[in-house]
């Protein structure tokens, strides 16, 4: 199969108006599931879009919104070596996670009814209609990252982000400001060529899955972005699509050969590595993936 450039210009798109307006019906009625809660409305909570949809990098039909329901009033710690939280004068919080997350799901069922919403280890998943897309809710508190440094003013450094506890497993945590100013940053700098090639990369994806290859069919949407934000950023200076996939596939093909190549990776938000033992994907993984693409598109 050779991929022709008008393929790889169209698949460059972002998605219709239809389904951006799905996505945004989506966001807005489950803030509107929380703003009906009795126990939740008069909670400091935030609640705001992340992950594809947020970065305008989501390009499959029906595909799902990913919405952060943030609680205010309490957050996971990272404290400097040597540091605890009597450190910084920091008491354990009066309202557990879980207790957060029961109240979000009473919430959700209330509002979409037990049919509309399944509980999953990290998410709640509301369902679709035709009224809005799939939404992935995903219940947070705020989580500080003390640097250890002192700021001008006298005050702490604090990288701040969102941390949860699954129902199985440890705490995770995420930055999804930080991700999505530095797309914006890279996306701008390229010429808006950045986000492109992302969705590019992402409905081929979605092409490999349907042909039945279920491994690199499935590959993470973050994974992929965060791929190209590694990749050489002097393939957006080429005349074609075609040869700025090409560019930027071979550049990270070769770089994920070998685990020491990329050891040092970080997502988009630079504040975690991208290779490393507690990510759910592997460097063969995304190398696999990216000469699946190469062949697929036709690159020799």
């Known amino acids: 199969m050779s991929i022709t450039e008008e393929q790889l210009r169209s698949w460059s798109a972002g998605p219709s108006q239809t389904e951006s307006d799905k996505c945004q019906n989506a966001k807005n009625m489950i803030r509107k599931a ?18 594809s949809y947020k970065a305008n990098t989501n ?8 919405i952060c329901i943030r609680y205010n009033g309490s957050f996971f710690p990272d404290y400097p070596k040597g540091a605890t939280q009597q450190t910084f004068g920091h008491v354990k919080g009066e309202f557990p996670f879980t207790d957060f997350k029961n109240l979000v799901e009473d919430a959700l069922v209330s ?16 369902h679709a209609n035709s009224y809005r897309v799939d939404a992935d809710v995903v219940p947070t508190f705020e989580h500080r990252r003390y640097t250890g440094n002192t700021l001008s003013d006298g005050t702490d450094e604090i990288l701040y ?9 440890s ?25 492109r090639v992302i969705r590019i990369l992402k409905r081929i994806r979605d092409r490999l899955k349907d ?4 491994a690199n069919g499935s590959l993470p949407s973050f994974l992929i972005e965060s791929l ?12 074609t699509y ?16 070998k685990d020491d190549d990329c050891s040092d990776w970080g997502e988009v938000n630079e504040l975690k590595y991208l290779f490393r033992d507690s990510q759910p994907w592997t460097r063969q993984q995304a190398n696999d993936f990216l000469q699946s693409i190469w062949d697929y598109i036709g690159y020799k």
């Open 228 to 239: 190209v934000w590694n990749a050489d950023t002097s393939a957006y200076a080429k005349d």
């Open 111 to 126: 509002y979409f009814g037990e049919d509309g919403v399944t509980r999953g280890n990290k998410a709640f998943d509301v």
């Open 59 to 66: 390009v499959r039909k029906n595909s799902d919104v990913d």
């Open 34 to 51: 929380i703003k009906a809660s009795d126990e939740l409305q008069n909670r400091d909570i935030s609640v705001f879009a992340q992950g």
């Open 211 to 214: 042909d039945g290859d279920e």
């Open 242 to 257: 075609w040869e700025m996939m090409r560019h930027v596939i071979a550049n990270l093909w070769n770089q994920t050969r």
């Open 171 to 195: 705490i995770i945590k995420n930055w999804p400001d930080q991700t999505y100013c530095n797309g914006i940053e890279r996306n701008n700098a390229s010429g808006r060529r950045y986000k």
């Open 161 to 169: 982000g969102v941390a949860f506890k699954p129902d199985k497993g």
